[in-house]
């Protein structure tokens, strides 16, 4: 299992726009679908969304008008985009990945994201 | 949405014990039902997927059961290593909702 690890600042301002980065591997063999995940402080989790190698993306309603979900040009990294963020967004983020849809079979270690003045 | 629901919320139990969590659907999601294992501070583990199936290295003393919307983990004798947080996730339909968890303790 390759150990992924999420990158981002750990804190943003209320209204501002959280971004995290995850590696990915993409390769012609094995096709994979790329998830965020997050896991407020003691909480339970809750699926964010995911873009799979093709590029195509599918978010939770309850994220769908603010979030974006995307994979570099070069295809080394997928990134989360969420805006217009307020305290109850603080969370830890994870980053997990199958290659079947609404699996999530591998996960990376996880950002906690701060969301606070 | 699929919501999803556990029972208990939090259970106690001691080393040699057989425990069972139950996980209950809001529809039907046939087999599509995944369970998760949780200690503080450490990335959720995949348990079980497909309601039944041994994700690779999990102990056989891990069993899922279940289909529609009525599913079952048992831990057949408790190890020190069990005692965490389990949660059961659909994998039917978007969004792909997890449970509340069960919080397993001494």
């Known amino acids: 299992q390759v150990q992924r690890h999420g990158s981002g600042p750990g804190l943003v301002r209320p209204s501002e726009t959280l971004s995290l980065s995850c590696p990915v591997s993409?390769?012609?063999?094995?096709?994979?679908?790329w998830s965020w995940i997050r896991q407020p402080p003691g909480k339970g989790l809750e699926w964010i969304g995911y873009?799979?190698?093709?590029?195509?993306?599918d978010y939770n309603p309850s994220f769908k008008s603010r979030v974006t979900i995307s994979i570099d040009a070069s295809k080394t990294q997928f990134s989360l985009k969420l805006r217009s963020v307020t305290a109850a967004d603080t969370a830890v983020y994870f980053c997990?990945?199958?290659?079947?849809?609404?699996?999530?079979?591998?996960w990376g270690q996880g950002t906690l994201v701060t969301v606070s003045s | 949405d699929i919501q999803m629901t556990q029972s208990p919320s939090s259970l106690s139990a001691s080393v040699g014990d057989r425990v069972t969590f139950t996980c209950r659907a809001s529809h039907s999601i046939s087999t599509y039902l995944n369970w998760f294992q949780q200690k503080p501070g450490t990335v959720p583990k995949p348990l079980i997927y497909a309601a039944s199936r041994l994700q690779s290295g999990v102990p056989s003393r891990f069993r899922g059961s279940g289909s529609g919307t009525d599913f079952t983990l048992t831990i057949s004798s408790l190890q020190p290593e069990d005692f965490a947080t389990y949660y059961c996730q659909q994998s039917y339909s978007n969004p792909y909702t997890f449970a509340q968890g069960t919080k397993l303790d001494i």
């Open positions: 997990a990945y199958s290659q079947y849809e609404g699996y999530f079979d591998y």
């Open positions: 873009i799979s190698d093709s590029g195509s993306t």
């Open positions: 993409i390769d012609s063999m094995t096709s994979y679908y």
